[in-house]
């Protein structure tokens, strides 16, 4: 699988490169160039495959030429002591929860896989800098997966405020690899001064910057794979359309299962549960994108309004826009529908749901009735619903408890640096460090 720009004119380049540049140098974002049937290597998987075993058969298929079959469950291993999960809620819907690993939400998959691959590529003594701009939970996510990994040194940007679930003990003067940067300034600040320091092609050669934010396609390429894990495991009692409903702020993980979709996996559509930011609504109409004032909701990971992979979206509309037109089906969820949903989950199914979980719930309960005898929708539940406990309970009523990995989210961690929002300030805070 070969990668170039969404920018047209672009050379094409490989996985490594892809991963390892971040940003294409012609502008855009890089997307797969084109894409294989890989129907043949999943069609025959059932639920006794385990996640490990899925990614191992599916990777060096797809990246052929850069992973082989030993290397491939060498990085699958090394990934995942963990799995989704499919929960059954009735004949017509399920639940992937994607939760389970080490920091509670679904981009520990994509980021623990890149990690992963990225560490098997640069064996050799290889070096490179992850440069991420970071809030919530991503930071902690991004600091776990890198965390010792041979020749790789994480560099978190935060905008003004704490970072919590970081262990000092792994910051780069204590003996560790990682560098959380205080920013002071705001998110935005974070993730420009990232695509400002990338293309420092000098500086960015110098220490081998890379990315592990959503615009680089090593996170996205990989979340693919869990969508196929659901396949296998909803197939056998599928008589009609499949549908997956996925909460979106970011897009991210709605391409993701675009990609899912090109490798030959029968889906029917994605519902695109958006919140009252509605992100890409005048987009799904057929309007020009056009950025909105940021609403703050109760699900704040979808909180929105300049989605950062919306090249990637308007490439796949380019090439085929009547048959997205069919494939994707928008619906906004406000903060009621989602207090609605997460009672809902726990009254009438009996499980507890986080709020970006409920509004896919919401989305798919939306279209549950037009759609045909036999089929099925799953929804994904990104995010563990001790996340948003407050208003999980609020809504169900319910006391959630927090698994034993995620307390260390809620510690504190004071940064190595605070510096202004100037990329010669970041230049020279990293350089510091090393």
């Not at 826009?321 to 619906?331: C, D, G, L, Q, T």
Request: aromatic letters at 10%; one cysteine or more; glycine letters at 8%.
């Amino acid at each position: 699988m070969q990668f170039r720009s969404t920018k047209p004119g672009s050379r094409m380049v490989s996985f490594r490169e892809a991963i390892s540049r971040c940003l294409p140098e012609e502008g855009g974002l890089y997307v797969p160039d084109s894409v294989m049937d890989m129907r043949q290597f999943f069609l025959h998987m059932d639920e006794d495959t385990t996640y490990p075993e899925l990614v191992s058969t599916v990777a060096p298929v797809l990246l052929q030429d850069e992973l082989n079959p030993l290397s491939a469950a060498r990085v699958a291993e090394s990934a995942f002591n963990f799995e989704p999960e499919l929960k059954r809620l009735d004949d017509r819907l399920s639940v992937l929860t994607l939760y389970n690993g080490p920091t509670g939400v679904f981009k520990d998959f994509g980021i623990s896989f890149m990690a992963a691959v990225m560490e098997e590529m640069l064996k050799d003594n290889g070096q490179a800098m992850i440069l991420s701009a970071v809030r919530g939970d991503t930071g902690v996510s991004i600091a776990n997966a890198f965390n010792r990994r041979q020749g790789m040194t994480p560099v978190l940007l935060y905008p003004s405020g704490s970072i919590r679930g970081l262990d000092p003990a792994t910051f780069v003067p204590n003996g560790g690899n990682i560098i959380p940067i205080q920013i002071r300034g705001t998110f935005d600040d974070c993730q420009r001064l990232v695509n400002e320091t990338i293309n420092d092609r000098p500086f960015a050669d110098r220490y081998a910057i890379t990315c592990a934010n959503a615009i680089n396609v090593g996170r996205l390429l990989p979340q693919a794979f869990y969508y196929l894990y659901a396949f296998t495991r909803v197939k056998q009692r599928l008589s009609g359309d499949l549908l997956f409903s996925v909460p979106s702020g970011n897009f991210g993980n709605l391409i993701s299962g675009f990609y899912a979709w090109t490798f030959g996996m029968p889906v029917n559509g994605f519902i695109a549960a958006m919140n009252v930011n509605n992100a890409f609504g005048d987009f799904f109409q057929g309007k020009n994108f056009v950025p909105h004032p940021l609403i703050m909701t109760k699900t704040p990971a979808m909180d929105v309004s300049s989605p950062s992979n919306y090249e990637r979206m308007a490439s796949f509309y380019e090439e085929a826009p009547s048959v997205m037109r069919n494939m994707v089906y928008p619906h906004v969820v406000d903060d009621q529908a989602t207090m609605e949903a997460l009672e809902l989950a726990w009254k009438r199914y009996g499980i507890l749901l986080d709020p970006h979980g409920a509004a896919a719930l919401s989305g798919a309960l939306s279209i549950l009735d037009s759609l045909e005898t036999g089929s099925h929708v799953v929804v994904l539940a990104t995010g563990h619903p001790a996340k948003e406990a407050e208003t999980v309970s609020a809504a169900t009523g319910q006391t959630v408890q927090t698994p034993p990995r995620l307390h260390i989210l809620r510690q504190k961690a004071e940064p190595i640096a605070l510096i202004d929002p100037q990329l010669d300030a970041l230049e020279g805070a990293i350089a510091s460090c090393l």
